[in-house]
């Protein structure tokens, strides 16, 4: 599948140390096993001069105090909270000068955040994932960005996940309802 650089961004979700690093609180082996390909992915893309874009969860310690009914803390446990080591990117990816970093409070990076405004100024239509977990983050921003008009394409083998299944289940439903999947080999910059 073939990508113009010049509209296309890779946007790695959530490769923070929470997830991606053993002594992280929801720590998903799955997530740590895609580095490697993740970060072949963006020499590829760096190279041909695509955009990258890094998501991070970060969650303010009070975030779920006064809500009804949305708390991710009493679902997963408190996780990648503000100022701590666990929302730093993972070692072996490195965040570059020109990347640009979105800090986002829940699943979908495009929810109350600045994504959508900084991919329409730069022109980019077409959206790359990978990062984790490919059933929660990966899942809804792809769907997002389907909903806003960017082509989603979830990099099959550079998504994190707690189960094998949930990443199957992350790229059928996203093939079947809003956006198409792709193996990193088969990605090609034009």
């Not at 979700?13 to 490697?36: K, R, T, W």
């Not at 990648?80 to 409070?105: A, Q």
């Not at 955040?113 to 790359?128: F, P, Q, R, S, V």
Request: some cysteine.
């Amino acid at each position: 599948m073939n990508f113009d650089p010049d509209s296309t961004a890779v946007v790695v979700v959530d490769m923070q140390n929470g997830f991606c690093h053993p002594d992280g609180s929801l720590y998903a082996p799955g997530s740590e096993d895609v580095i490697e390909p993740i970060r072949d992915l963006l020499s590829r893309a760096r190279e041909a001069g695509a955009s990258v874009v890094f998501t991070r969860d970060v969650h303010p310690p009070e975030q779920f105090e006064d809500n009804h009914y949305y708390d991710e803390f009493e679902r997963w446990g408190e996780h990648v909270v503000e100022g701590t080591w666990e929302t730093e990117i993972v070692d072996g990816l490195d965040v570059r000068e020109d990347d640009h970093v979105v800090t986002k409070h829940t699943y979908d990076a495009f929810y109350r955040t600045d994504l959508e405004g900084y991919l329409d100024a730069h022109g980019i239509k077409n959206l790359l994932f990978c990062g984790t977990l490919a059933n929660v983050c990966v899942l809804h921003t792809a769907g997002s960005a389907g909903l806003r008009d960017f082509k989603p394409v979830i990099v099959e083998d550079a998504v994190g996940y707690i189960e094998e299944g949930h990443k199957e289940y992350a790229v059928e439903h996203s093939a079947w309802l809003f956006g198409e999947g792709v193996e990193l080999d088969d990605v090609e910059f034009e």
